[in-house]
């Protein structure tokens, strides 16, 4: 904060306080203007009448109470503009000390998870639970919490995989991340024979097609796409192209998406949470996005 801006804070907050404390003090000393004891505002409501009496004592003191209290606390904490308190308390301090106590809490556990195989660590209900802690903190904005996914962002709870669901290849699409690129065609292709691949896929996954455009379809799949996709089309996780033959889609199986997959292509790019989760945190959340499928 600059020197005017501190001021300014100090200042308004000076002003304030003393505001306070003035008009505490002038109605305090209010007496009612006829000098009576018993006079009325002239409001009532429901028989009930206002009468024109000062605060309580005891009501004003804690006013003034709440004035000293706010005093002290600028004094020792940070509030005034630039001035940082005498106790010297900071947002960043208190945050540190809270991470240094949660991790003298779970450092045991995450020790204790660390060499335990994957496999088993699913079945630990203690250490699943952990892993969605995480994963619903760190990897839900992208695959949901719930982990389904979302369109360019796969199902991470069932069975099919596009770089394999072995829990090493899990772990190693969590740790080192995963970039899966599909060639755009729009150029080399024509809108025609982009029509009849998109009747091709379509059949591989078992959807009505036309079967002529797919048949022609098929020749082309047979030079262009089998080098990822392979032969059949049931994918190649060295690459992470996809199964065409299951029906379960990255980005939609409508003919309109599968049309814009081919004609733009798709790059679709998992992140490496190395550095953002460490070892310990890694396992564990491999060792809950394994459970979900291997139940
Ligand atoms: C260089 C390897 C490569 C080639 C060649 C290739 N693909 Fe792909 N394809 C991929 C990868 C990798 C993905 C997944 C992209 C991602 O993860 O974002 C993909 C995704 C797709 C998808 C989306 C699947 C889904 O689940 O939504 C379709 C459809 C597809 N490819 C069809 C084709 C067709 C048809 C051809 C031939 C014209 C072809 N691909 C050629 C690698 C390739
Ligand atoms: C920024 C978005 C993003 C975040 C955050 C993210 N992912 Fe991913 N993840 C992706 C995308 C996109 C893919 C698919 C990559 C591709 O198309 O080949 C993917 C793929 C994966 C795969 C491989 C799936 C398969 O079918 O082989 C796993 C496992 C995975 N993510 C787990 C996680 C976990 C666990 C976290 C949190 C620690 C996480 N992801 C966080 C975007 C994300």
């Not at 699943?128 to 990897?139: A, P």
Request: charged letters at 20%; a negative charge; one cysteine or more.
């Amino acid at each position: 904060m600059s020197d005017f801006w501190s001021w300014w804070v100090i200042i308004i907050v000076a002003i304030n306080i003393f505001g306070c404390w003035a008009l505490l003090y002038w109605t305090r000393r209010i007496k009612s203007q006829s000098g009576l004891d018993n006079e009325t505002t002239g409001h009532v409501y429901d028989g009930i009448e206002e009468y024109n009496n000062p605060l309580p004592r005891w009501w004003l003191n804690m006013f003034y109470i709440t004035l000293v209290f706010s005093i002290g606390y600028l004094i020792l904490y940070p509030g005034l503009g630039n001035f940082a308190g005498t106790l010297g308390w900071t947002q960043e301090k208190q945050h540190s000390e809270e991470v240094e106590v949660a991790s003298q809490t779970y450092q045991p556990l995450f020790d204790k998870y660390k060499n335990v195989p994957i496999a088993e660590l699913a079945k630990v209900k203690q250490a699943t639970e952990m892993g969605k802690r995480i994963f619903v903190n760190t990897c839900f904005g992208c695959h949901g919490s719930d982990a389904r996914g979302n369109p360019g962002y796969p199902n991470l709870t069932d069975k099919d995989w596009l770089w394999g669901g072995s829990p090493e290849q899990v772990k190693h699409s969590i740790v080192n991340g995963r970039v899966g690129v599909m060639p755009p065609f729009g150029a080399s292709l024509t809108a025609e024979q982009i029509d009849q691949l998109v009747n091709y896929v379509g059949k591989l996954s078992g959807n009505k097609v036309d079967e002529t455009k797919a048949a022609t379809g098929k020749a082309t799949f047979d030079t262009q796409c089998f080098a990822c996709h392979g032969a059949d089309g049931k994918g190649n996780i060295a690459l992470g192209a996809p199964n065409l033959t299951d029906n379960i889609w990255l980005y939609g199986g409508s003919r309109t998406s599968i049309a814009d997959t081919i004609r733009n292509g798709r790059t679709g790019e998992m992140p490496a949470h190395q550095d953002i989760l460490g070892e310990a945190k890694s396992h564990l959340v491999s060792a809950y996005v394994y459970s979900l499928s291997n139940e």
